[in-house]
C-alpha cells in the first residue's frame, strides 16, 4: 500500500496530510489530515500528477532595473521544473516589456506560457 506524507502548501494554514492508496475510492486515494476539500484535492494530485507554478526573473536590457520579475501562467509537472529553470535562466529581453507579455510560448510543451510579472 502506497502511502505519503506531505504539507498542503495551497494555504497559509499547512495541514499535514497523509495520502494513501486505497484501490476502492474513485480517485484511488485517500487523504486524511486537511481541513477542507483543496487539501484533498491538492493531496491527490501530488501522487497522480505534482504540478508547480514558477516564479523568477530574466535580464532585461534598457529597463530602470536589472532583472524583470517572470512567471509561468499556468502550473508545470514537476518533473519539468528544472529545465524550465534552464531555459529561464538563457532569457534575456530588452525594455519596454509590459506585464502579462508573453516571453516564450509553450514552454517544453506544456501549455504553459513564461510572461511577465510586472512592466518594465
Ligand atoms: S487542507 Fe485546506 S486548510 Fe489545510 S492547508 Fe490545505 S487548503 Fe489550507
Given at each position: 500500500m502506497k502511502k505519503k506524507e506531505m504539507i498542503c502548501i495551497?494555504?497559509?494554514?499547512?495541514c499535514h496530510l497523509e495520502v494513501i492508496e486505497d484501490a476502492t475510492s474513485e480517485s484511488g486515494y485517500i487523504v486524511k489530515?486537511?481541513?477542507?476539500?483543496k487539501g484533498r484535492v491538492y493531496g491527490i494530485k501530488e501522487m497522480i500528477n505534482p504540478t508547480r507554478l514558477i516564479t523568477s526573473t530574466v535580464i532585461i536590457k534598457?529597463?530602470?532595473?536589472?532583472r524583470l520579475p517572470v512567471r509561468t501562467d499556468k502550473e508545470i509537472p514537476k518533473n519539468k521544473i528544472f529545465d524550465c529553470m534552464k531555459i529561464i535562466n538563457e532569457i534575456e529581453v530588452e525594455a519596454p516589456i509590459k506585464m502579462?507579455?508573453?516571453?516564450?510560448?509553450?514552454i517544453l510543451e506544456t501549455g504553459s506560457n513564461i510572461v511577465a510579472s510586472r512592466s518594465l
Open positions: 495551497v494555504c497559509p494554514i499547512g489530515g486537511h481541513k477542507c476539500d534598457g529597463g530602470n532595473l536589472p502579462g507579455d508573453i516571453l516564450v510560448e509553450n
